[in-house]
């Protein structure tokens, strides 16, 4: 896999924190580092150039909803989902394991593959462990994930084993069907929040030679002491040399927490979720702009922020267009927020570099009123 790299440049002495650098076909991503999603081949209400300013270097985009709409024949007749989107920079696409389980009704699960009802025209369709990975083949991205039965919490223990345990299964199918050299294909640790099924999950997916490995079936309704627990049991049983992903997980203090246990990458919907609800990520707080103490208040959302919506705007006019519901408003917000949370895995990797993590981050893991979620 000639194509895909990761070097460490830093360990923390204190901490499994670490500083690295990941090559893929489309560029690098400096680690640890946020990545922002672009679920259906954009990430909502900003441009790819947009996006660029904001320091994201690697961005997501997920199967199950570009395989409803517009399908990926069509991704593929506009050049792939790079060309297509017009981002030429490092790419991932998730395997729909996670939204098939999440977000569809009326679905069957079999051995070989889930079946369910298309929320757009109700037609039953079926995505098995080859359809995933022949759609994220065709997709393209740079990164693409094993398609994994992500059990919903609370489960009983005989049902996340046998989640987790099929995930292994479909996985070797996934393995036997990826068709891309210039594609790396990571695997899924599951195994809900009992810690012995991670142990062993994440052991013996460390005993396949895989150009990264992910942690999935976090931040889906556990508490936020188990969804810690689960990762410093598992991240460091995962290959040192290879790039450790936490799916959906992006708070400051999640992803402090993580970091601290050896994961890399982050990624997750609140920054653009929150701005379309007209909320400012500022420095760990949650900022409601529709609040009347920011209507005459000329000051930009962050003066320490040098994005460009903090450059050339005021909390007042992004108040006003809050109020007015214009969409420049959700744009602002988003690049704004983006670009806080970009900002804040960069400072903690400058900080890895400097052997300064625990010193200059320690305090956002023992303060759970740090947690925003
Ligand atoms: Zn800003």
Excluded at 2 to 23: D, I, P, W
Excluded at 152 to 162: C, F, G, H, I, L
């Amino acid at each position: 896999m000639s194509n895909f790299s990761f070097r460490l440049v830093a360990n923390c002495s204190q901490t499994q924190a670490r500083a690295g650098v990941f090559s893929t076909p489309h560029g690098i991503v400096e680690t640890p580092r946020f990545m922002p999603v672009g679920t259906l081949a954009n990430v909502k209400t900003v441009t790819p150039a947009q996006l660029e300013d904001t320091g994201a270097q690697m961005i997501l985009s997920n199967t199950y909803h570009l395989h409803l709409q517009p399908g990926e024949k069509i991704v593929a007749g506009g050049g792939g989902l790079h060309k297509f989107m017009a981002w030429n920079g490092p790419m991932l696409t998730d395997s729909g394991g996670f939204q098939v389980f999440s977000l569809s009704e009326m679905r069957k699960i079999t051995e070989e593959g889930v079946v369910f009802r298309s929320p757009h025209d109700g037609q039953m369709i079926k995505l098995t462990p080859e359809k995933s990975i022949e759609i994220q083949n065709i997709l393209g991205a740079d990164v693409i994930m094993a398609f994994d039965e992500c059990p919903p919490y609370p489960a009983t223990y005989q049902e996340v084993t046998a989640a987790t345990d099929r995930t292994y299964r479909w996985l070797e199918r996934c393995i036997m069907s990826h068709q891309r050299l210039d594609q790396a294909l990571f695997p899924i640790v599951q195994g809900g929040v009992y810690l012995d099924l991670r142990t062993r999950a994440a052991t013996d997916l460390a005993k396949l030679d895989m150009p990264g490995y992910a942690i999935g079936g976090v931040s889906v309704g556990e508490p936020p002491e188990l969804m810690a627990q689960i990762v410093r049991t598992t991240a460091p049983l995962l290959p040192r040399n290879k790039p450790r992903y936490l799916m959906g997980v992006g708070t400051y203090r999640e992803m402090v927490i993580a970091i601290a246990a050896g994961v890399d990458l982050f990624d997750c919907v609140i920054p653009t979720r929150w701005a379309r609800h007209g909320t400012a990520m500022v420095q760990g707080e949650r900022w409601n702009l529709k609040n009347a103490k920011f209507r005459e208040d000329f000051a930009p959302i962050d003066e320490t922020c040098h994005c460009y919506t903090c450059s050339n705007f005021s909390r007042a006019y992004v108040s006003h267009l809050v109020r007015s519901q214009e969409i420049l408003a959700y744009t602002l917000l988003s690049i704004h927020n983006i670009t806080e949370l970009i900002r804040f895995t960069q400072a903690i990797r400058e900080s890895i570099l400097q052997n300064r993590f625990l010193t200059d981050f320690g305090h956002w893991m023992n303060d759970p009123e740090k947690d925003l979620e």
